[in-house]
């Protein structure tokens, strides 16, 4: 399996202007995770999905932000606006079952100027 | 809501010295615990993985260690090298009581020197 791929790798877009990011998961893989990876916050989660439903998204920072997984190979989280202070490197991970670990992407670096 | 502790922040060590990483959580009710490792700039890359039931894990030069009810685990690197430098990541992955996701830690920067 080639792993989590995301898209793009970096991202540079203008304040106010609409980002969407992209994942696809290991196959096979029930979870996926959306997290956000900034200097001074950490890894944060933001979103989690269980069998392409969402689960968890009291992380999601604001309105702003929204997630979707229409089937099981793919997933996108979209930023609309976007802001400066929403750059960071944002990766995603898929895992088969609660037993197993996760397995991140390579992540997309998100610049908004 | 789980917390995820990692202590040192920063640790700078001669090559060939043997090293410990330190995790800490508040809630013991967790699937698994993972160490991961990430080189600037990269994303993470997952060294070993610790179930509930465990008491350690074992990949080479690394040893990780698991005490659930005290709420900890070290990240044990033997003989170190500089290419072992980078920042090593705890996380731990709540129960089903505990949100079924995985909470990490602020990391370790590990530097070895030459």
């Known amino acids: 399996d080639a792993g989590v791929i995301q898209s793009p790798r970096h991202e540079v877009t203008e304040m ?66 976007s802001e400066p202070r929403d750059s960071a490197v944002y990766f995603c991970a898929s895992s088969p079952t609660t037993r197993y670990g996760y397995t991140f992407g390579s992540g997309t670096r998100l610049t908004v100027v | ?23 800490s959580f508040t809630d013991s009710a967790i699937y698994n615990l993972q160490w991961f490792r990430q080189d600037p700039g990269k994303g993470l890359t997952s060294l070993l993985l610790i179930q509930s039931s465990q008491r350690e894990q074992t990949s080479g030069r690394l040893n990780a260690s698991l005490d659930k009810s005290s709420g900890r685990s070290t990240l ?11 920042t090593y990541l705890c996380a731990v992955r709540g129960s089903m009581y505990n949100n079924n996701d995985m909470r990490f830690g602020a990391g370790t920067r590990l530097t070895v020197k030459p």
């Open chain 2, 76 to 86: 044990y690197i033997a003989a170190s090298q500089p290419g072992d430098s980078a």
């Open chain 1, 16 to 81: 106010g202007q609409e980002v969407t990011l992209r994942c696809k998961p290991i196959s096979g893989h029930d979870y996926l995770f959306w997290y956000r990876q900034t200097m001074m916050r950490g890894l944060e989660l933001l979103i989690y999905f269980n069998n392409n439903v969402p689960i968890d998204d009291s992380g999601m920072p604001e309105d702003r932000f929204s997630a979707k997984m229409p089937n099981a190979s793919f997933s996108t989280l979209k930023i609309q606006p």
């Open chain 2, 1 to 23: 809501k789980q917390e995820v502790t990692q202590i040192p922040a920063a640790l700078s060590v001669p090559e060939g010295e043997n090293l410990v990483l330190n995790c």
